[in-house]
Nanobody, 123 residues
Framework: QVQLVESGGGLVQAGGSLRLSCAAS????????MGWFRQAPGKERDFVAA????????YYADSVKGRFTISRDSAKSTVFLQMNSLKPEDTAVYYC????????????????WGQGTQVTVSS
């Protein structure tokens, strides 16, 4: 099993950028697909982005396409979420998760959730 710790959240003005990081422990990181999800107050946790174990395949929610980029550095066991052109509706707690299938294409395969990092976008 993999343990995940997110960082990089904060307060930013609309139009600004943030880069989230998720550090993983465990020797199996390179075989996992990784994903980012978010949960706004009073709402369900939603899929944001995912990347396959190889990094060759990426997936995005329609609401973040063209603004967010997911990437991974398997040598450092870390996955990143670069968030540009942030909007107030991006405000949420962002969670990192792992998919042991390695594919990342099915959001219901994700587990091993981190503790989350708060992102707040002011208008």
């Amino acid at each position: 099993q993999v343990q995940l710790v997110e960082s990089g959240g904060g307060l930013v003005q609309a139009g600004g950028s943030l880069r989230l990081s998720c550090a993983a422990s465990g020797r199996t990181f390179s075989s996992y697909a990784m994903g980012w999800f978010r949960q706004a107050p009073g709402k369900e946790r939603d899929f944001v982005a995912a990347i396959s174990w190889s990094g060759r395949n990426t997936y995005y929610a329609d609401s973040v396409k063209g603004r967010f980029t997911i990437s991974r550095d398997s040598a450092k066991s870390t996955v990143f979420l670069q968030m540009n052109s942030l909007k107030p509706e991006d405000t949420a707690v962002y969670y990192c998760a792992a998919d042991p299938s390695g594919l990342g294409s099915d959001r219901y395969n994700f587990g091993s959730w981190g503790q989350g990092t708060q992102v707040t976008v002011s208008s």
